[in-house]
C-alpha cells in the first residue's frame, strides 16, 4: 500500500493552481471538469508519476471551520520536503510569500511554515 493522492482544501482553485506551480515549483498532473470545480492535481515535476496532491475545492460546510481552526492553531495541513528549508524559504520570500515560521531547526529537522493563500498553511521540511 501507498500513498497515491492527498489534499488541501482551496478556496479558488484557479489562484491555487497558480500558487502550487508557478510559486512552489508543483506541476499540473490532472483537470478534469466536474461541474462548477474540477478534479485538478499537481506533482512534483522531480516524481511526475508520485503522490498526487488534490487542490481540492472547500465549499463543504465543515471545512471553512476546519481550516480556520488549523491557521489559528498554527497548524499546517500538508508537508512539502525540500533539500534545503533555508534556500527555499529564501526564495519563496522573494516571491512574496508569507511565512508563519521562519527556518527553525528541530534536533534533525528544519522546518518552515509558509501561507498558500488559499486558506492553509504548509510546512516544508528537510531532514539531515
Not at 29 to 57: A, Q
Request: charged share 25%.
Amino acid at each position: 500500500m501507498r500513498i497515491h493522492i492527498s489534499s488541501v482544501f482551496v478556496d479558488d482553485q484557479d489562484k491555487a493552481l497558480r500558487f502550487y506551480t508557478d510559486v512552489l515549483g508543483f506541476v499540473k498532473k490532472h483537470e478534469v471538469p466536474l461541474g462548477e470545480d474540477r478534479w485538478l492535481t499537481v506533482v512534483s515535476p522531480e516524481d511526475p508519476d508520485g503522490t498526487e496532491l488534490l487542490l481540492e475545492p472547500d465549499g463543504h460546510p465543515a471545512v471553512k471551520p476546519y481550516k480556520t481552526a488549523l491557521v489559528t492553531d498554527g497548524i499546517p495541513a500538508a508537508s512539502f520536503a525540500v533539500d534545503d528549508v533555508r534556500a527555499e524559504f529564501d526564495r519563496l520570500r522573494g516571491l512574496g510569500v508569507r511565512f508563519t515560521q521562519e527556518p527553525l531547526k528541530m534536533g534533525p529537522v528544519t522546518t518552515a511554515v509558509l501561507d498558500d493563500t488559499c486558506g492553509n498553511l504548509i510546512q516544508i521540511v528537510h531532514s539531515e
